[in-house]
């Protein structure tokens, strides 16, 4: 029972690592910076710079800030995947004392994946199902 536990909280930090490195990636990405050539910005450059290109403009000290944001992003994350782990859990719970027993969910198992995984979204979804379906098929 130990054993299921933690393979259960590796998947969700698995789940929430792997969506934070997708953000943190795509965040970087799409991150430019400017260099001194570049002619837009040079101090011999007649032309105007719009506001718009004034603000994908990265400075060096910016930079070395970037890090608090991807923490934070990352942290929050994995606590998403968690509490959303621990939704799911409580509602097996709360199904299998209301009744519902395992025979009756398999008959209706593909409607409530669907309707979960809709409302919630496919990360938080399956992470919500995973919890769901590990506690009460525990409990069956």
Not at 75 to 89: D, K, L, Q, Y
Request: aromatic share 6%.
């Amino acid at each position: 029972m130990n054993t299921m536990k933690r393979s259960m909280v590796s998947t969700c930090t698995g789940l929430g690592l792997a969506a934070a490195l997708t953000i943190t990636s795509a965040m970087s990405a799409g991150a430019t910076q400017l260099t001194d050539e570049d002619p837009a910005h040079s101090s011999s450059a007649t032309t105007q710079v719009s506001e718009d290109e004034a603000l994908v403009d990265v400075s060096t000290s910016d930079v070395d800030t970037q890090a608090v944001p991807v923490i934070a992003i990352i942290i929050a994350v994995i606590a998403m995947g968690g509490s959303a782990h621990a939704m799911g859990t409580e509602a097996a719970r709360k199904a299998y004392y209301a009744g519902l027993r395992n025979a009756e969910y398999q008959s209706i198992k593909w409607t409530v994946r669907a309707t979960v995984v809709t409302a919630l979204g496919p990360a938080l979804g399956g992470t919500f199902m995973v919890g769901f379906e590990n506690q009460f098929y525990a409990m069956s």
